[in-house]
């Protein structure tokens, strides 16, 4: 076989604890004693020795307030290696969080390190606008955090102007923890924003931080309001 034919697909040297593996691909530098939580099924190869957990125990003390009331979809990885993991060929989105928390959709949540904190909790200051509020999954700490998005998705900066940044809950992947959020009501504005109809709503945020946005907004198993 000619290698060169393959060699552009090569894993490159390891730079980092989560890096991309292309656009739809998420590599890991597994090491002992730094342990991994996944989206269960995610595995697409590993090099080395790595070891799988499926709902471990720090994860079914989450599965009665897991977003989807299905159970919590992750399993614990551990081991000295290389993990690829990949979900239906979404994008992989990297963040390295330095003492930060980030707020994601949990079905855009696709690995993350083990020791850093995490749990489900309520999106506050939109209670009045969605009725019974949103709840997403907050990770917090130093390490590393892969999303995915259904497309090449944007990170908009809300701290470079005074404009809130506005945002159909939709295509909302993540956003920093930081941020102040409101919901906004419009009329008439279906056919520009979203895909209801009659009155259309949006997520608006404010201060220091970003907030990751898919091309995409296919409501299916998407933020999910609960009593």
Partial sequence: MDQQMISGFAPAPVAARMENHGASML???MQSG???FARTGSMVAYEGFVQYEPNPPA???MASQWLTGEGAPLMRCSG???LYLADYGANV???NLNGDSLSVNGTNLLAFDAHLQWGVERVKGIAKFAGQGLFNVGVSGTGWVALTSRGTPIVVDCGRGEDETYVDPDALVAWSSGLKVKGKRSFKASSLIGRGSG????LGFSGQGFVVVQPSEDSTDRLRARG
Avoid: H, N, T, W
């Fill in 199 to 202: 009155e259309a709503y949006q």
């Fill in 27 to 29: 590599k890991v530098a």
């Fill in 93 to 95: 989105v990297c963040i």
């Fill in 34 to 36: 730094q342990d991994l």
């Fill in 59 to 61: 994860v079914r003390q």
């Fill in 80 to 82: 000295d290696g290389l």
